[in-house]
């Protein structure tokens, strides 16, 4: 999906632009968050199906239980549950753009 060329530095870019987004998100709700709902029509001109952009943060979250180990309480893994379910909710409701071609 990506470009053949330079795509090493998006997937860097895209990768600490989501964890922020997660950050503002989880925490202050300054702006950052919006990145998820302006991404998701982006996204949809890249071809990511909506389930697999919302997989993404699945994805981080597993890396960060990976990282953690032991210390992943009950806690965290309900408070990423919520999270994870609440920008789903925010993923899926955001209308498809009507192909202008059509
Ligand atoms: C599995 C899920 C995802 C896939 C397959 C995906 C795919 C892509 C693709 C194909 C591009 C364009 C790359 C290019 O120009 O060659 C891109 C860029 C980008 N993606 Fe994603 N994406 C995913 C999830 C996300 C998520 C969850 C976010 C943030 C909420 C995000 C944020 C971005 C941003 C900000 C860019 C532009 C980066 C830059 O040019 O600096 N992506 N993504």
């Known amino acids: 999906m990506f470009r053949t060329e330079g795509s090493e530095p998006v ?16 925490g202050e709700r300054r702006g950052h968050f919006r990145l ?12 990511t199906p909506r389930e697999l952009f919302v997989a ?6 597993d890396c960060l239980r990976d990282i953690v180990g032991e210390q992943w309480s009950d806690e965290i893994d ?4 919520k999270l994870l379910g609440d920008i789903e909710a925010i993923v899926l409701q955001q209308k498809h753009l009507v192909d202008a071609r059509a």
């Open 11 to 26: 997937k860097g870019s895209m990768l600490s632009l989501a964890i922020e987004a997660i950050l503002d998100f989880a």
């Open 36 to 47: 998820i709902e302006s991404e998701v029509f982006s996204h949809d001109a890249y071809g």
């Open 56 to 61: 993404f943060f699945a994805v981080i979250a």
């Open 78 to 81: 309900a408070a990423w549950h």
